[in-house]
């Protein structure tokens, strides 16, 4: 098992994927215990946002 939580028990996940002429990024970070925000798009714009509780 990784485990990619600091000793804050923070999380950041950052991957990048050339394709074609443009990056495209993927990004998440945990904002509490329960919710995590997932982020993505291409590099210079200003991409999609979802926020998810886990229960």
């Not at 002429?21 to 999609?48: C, F, M, P, R, S």
């Amino acid at each position: 098992m990784v485990d990619f939580f600091d000793e804050n028990d923070e999380i950041f996940i950052k991957l990048h994927k050339p394709s074609g002429t443009q990056i495209l990024y993927w990004e998440a970070w945990n904002v509490d215990e329960k919710t995590a925000v997932t982020h993505w798009g291409k590099l210079g714009h200003n991409g999609e946002t979802k926020r998810s509780k886990v229960q």
